[in-house]
């Protein structure tokens, strides 16, 4: 959850008098009022909505929640001649960004710290502490565009960063900086860090660390932005652009568009056409149980910022939670009223027990939490470049069709999933043990989907991670028979694959020097991965 603070006197003037009626719909929407003064209204975002992590998205939402100004938004983009050039230096780094100018804008005290706040809320929430998005705000004014996302090696980049007394390079910053400290992780173990530079050579920021302190600062007199979004996923860059533009837009700003070109490609952001997608009525009154019409479920798709006409929803640009048609069918039954649902008893009589596999499953997890092993969760769903090429393999991928970002395809292994922890925890403290069981998708004439457990064990070898599966297996009442094998993710003469009652269950091995480069990984780490489905059928 986030908290974020509104302005009282300018909400109500959008959604009406906050009385104890307008209070109990707010909540009903999912952004509950957690606190009340005259002057401030502390309102509770859920996650998975970043277009309300501002006083203008709450307020477009609840407008249209209470029948006020109900419908989907209209936002204009008009077309400009405003160039960014992404270099390839940057593939490695940060490969992505998003951009917009905003012009006409009228600022306040205010509406900057409005600004400040969404911008810094969604680095935290949806951008996942800067590290899937990072956004720049910078005066138009300050900046000669055509502007270059470009990497450079560190003591080469020498800019002033935002409220410091003097100049850094890219090293200094991440050491003495605040922000840079505090961000350093970020770019851990990269040779070139990503800088936003202008036509005139003026380092704009180094993402997703920090702006410059003379064209990153944006002030109440500022007229004219520029914005940036920079990260891994350009899906994700440019929904988090087009919830700012939609702030931007109701504030009152004009946006404009601006040509991205990556070597002989050019896209234009932001997107701000709606999408759209595709709605049964039959399939809306089966999964919430109601006895809907056309009409019915027009009105409440309008009530939750949506059109709809014959069978299609134009969802808004700024919902980056909206993927699949029963999201929009979530937004109908909280558009119908949760509060208006028949309670009722399912007309079926079972009675629950736990399945051999979760036993299983639970008696593992027991065991390893006894060794001092944390559990970990992960998404089934991957992509080939951690699955595949990180883990040094070539490995046919079950893959998705229509996905909306780039993780577009089903895990073949548990492993790549424990790697991108390790590798995305490359600052907590050493040693790190870790295990997780999970579903895998093999794919052949038919998928097959097996349940895995992988361990995974920092400055480890091969000796102790066989201790641990033996200690695991005596306690499962099963005993291994190890025969050397070889696989391109695990270092020659130190994998085997395991074998229970002559039956191959899984591998073993210490984790091979190259993949841990691709992680960016600089401790050994020992692994092994057993099939639960097979040893279930052992015990």
């Not at 649902?341 to 027991?366: M, V, Y």
Request: aromatic share 6%; with cysteine; glycine share 6%.
């Amino acid at each position: 959850m986030a908290i974020i603070n509104l302005n009282k006197k300018t909400f109500e003037q959008k959604v009406g008098k906050i009385d104890e009626k307008l209070k109990d719909r707010i909540s009903m929407l999912g952004c509950p009022i957690e606190e009340e003064t005259d002057e401030e209204i502390q309102v509770d975002i859920s996650p998975n909505r970043p277009d309300l992590l501002s006083e203008q998205g709450v307020a477009r939402a609840v407008a249209a929640f209470t029948g006020k100004k109900t419908g989907l938004p209209q936002y204009e983009v008009e077309k400009s001649n405003y160039k960014v050039i992404i270099e390839d230096s940057v593939k490695d780094v940060r490969p992505f960004t998003a951009c917009a100018v905003i012009k006409s804008l009228k600022l306040s005290e205010q509406r900057l710290k409005e600004i400040i706040n969404i911008q810094e809320k969604l680095h935290m929430t949806f951008g996942r502490a800067r590290k899937k998005i990072a956004i720049g705000i910078y005066p138009l004014d300050k900046i000669k565009m055509p502007i270059t996302f470009k990497a450079m090696e560190p003591d080469k980049i020498r800019f002033r960063p935002l409220e410091s007394s003097k100049e850094m390079t890219g090293s200094q910053i991440l050491t003495q900086h605040p922000a840079g400290k505090a961000y350093a992780h970020l770019l851990q173990g990269m040779k070139k860090f990503p800088i936003f530079i202008d036509a005139k050579g003026q380092i704009m920021s180094m993402p997703p660390i920090i702006n410059s302190h003379e064209t990153g600062k944006i002030t109440a007199s500022t007229k004219d932005v520029f914005i940036e979004c920079s990260g891994s996923d350009f899906n994700s860059l440019s929904k988090a652009l087009s919830i700012i533009s939609a702030v931007f837009s109701d504030m009152g700003g004009k946006v404009f568009s601006v040509d991205l070109k990556y070597g002989s490609k050019i896209i234009k952001t932001p997107n701000m056409e709606p999408e759209k997608m595709k709605v049964s009525l039959a399939s809306v009154n089966k999964l919430l149980g109601l006895d809907l019409n056309e009409k019915d479920l027009k009105k409440r798709l309008e009530m939750m910022n949506y059109s709809y006409q014959n069978g299609t929803v134009m969802v808004p640009p700024y919902r980056a939670d909206v993927l699949h048609e029963v999201d929009i069918i979530e937004d109908v039954a909280i558009a119908y009223g949760y509060e208006n649902f028949e309670q009722a008893i399912p007309n079926i009589s079972t009675i629950g027990k736990e399945t051999k596999l979760e036993i299983l499953k639970r008696k593992t997890a027991e065991a390893l939490v006894g060794l001092n092993l944390v559990e970990t969760y992960s998404y089934c769903v991957t992509n080939e470049e951690d699955e595949c090429k990180k883990m040094e393999t070539k490995e046919d991928l079950v893959e998705l069709m229509n996905a909306k970002t780039n993780y577009n395809a089903m895990r073949e292994s548990m492993l790549p999933s424990l790697m991108r922890i390790l590798g995305d925890n490359r600052d907590v403290d050493y040693p790190q043990r870790i295990f997780e069981m999970g579903r895998v998708f093999i794919k052949g004439k038919y998928i097959e989907e097996n349940t895995n457990l992988a361990v995974a064990l920092t400055n480890s070898n091969f000796t102790e991670a066989k201790q641990t599966m033996d200690y695991l297996l005596k306690m499962l009442g099963l005993e291994a028979e190890l025969r050397e094998s070889a696989h391109s993710s695990l270092i020659e003469g130190r994998t085997g694959k395991i074998f229970i009652n002559g039956k191959e269950v899984g591998i073993i091995g210490e984790v091979h020097p190259k993949v841990l480069s691709n992680w960016k990984l600089i401790v050994p780490v020992a692994s092994f991965e057993l099939n639960l489905n097979k040893i279930k059928e052992l015990i």
